[in-house]
């Protein structure tokens, strides 16, 4: 009986590693499909669509109104959205002035029609309805 215990408690030992990289891999799909999405509502000047589909915590922070004026005060001055490519994702549990939770921090290598080179930096977290939205859009 203490040999099966051994191997039952040396294969969870070794398998627990391989669990949680699958497991931040699957997250990870699905984290970066939504701020891919979010960015196609952005990229249309599609803004109130974009605030409504972020996160609870975007919207306590930024009314809709004021989400509309600031993305449209950055994006449409770029032109168009010619190319992007997702260069590096992170996923975190704390971010500096917000709440603990699972969060994805992705940076974008992207063009634009009037800017040839910039850095959008999008953040997702795992919302209160178990779905990633973003929270967060940096542009530079």
Not at 9 to 38: G, S, T
Not at 69 to 83: F, N, V
């Amino acid at each position: 009986m203490k040999v099966k215990t051994v191997w039952i408690v040396a294969a969870f030992v070794l398998l627990v590693p391989c669990i949680l990289p699958a497991q931040l891999d699957f997250m990870r799909e699905d984290a970066v499909k939504a701020a891919n999405h979010w960015l196609s509502l952005i990229d249309a000047g599609n803004y109130t669509k974009s605030w409504h589909e972020a996160s609870t915590y975007f919207k306590s922070k930024v009314s809709m109104e004021k989400w509309e004026q600031m993305a449209r005060d950055l994006r449409e001055p770029l032109g168009a959205c010619t190319s992007r490519t997702l260069h590096l994702s992170h996923y975190a549990t704390t971010l500096p002035a917000a709440p603990d939770g699972e969060y994805y921090i992705m940076k974008y290598s992207t063009s634009f029609e009037k800017k040839r080179s910039a850095t959008e930096t999008v953040t997702v977290m795992l919302d209160e309805d178990a779905r990633w939205r973003v929270t967060g859009y940096y542009l530079k």
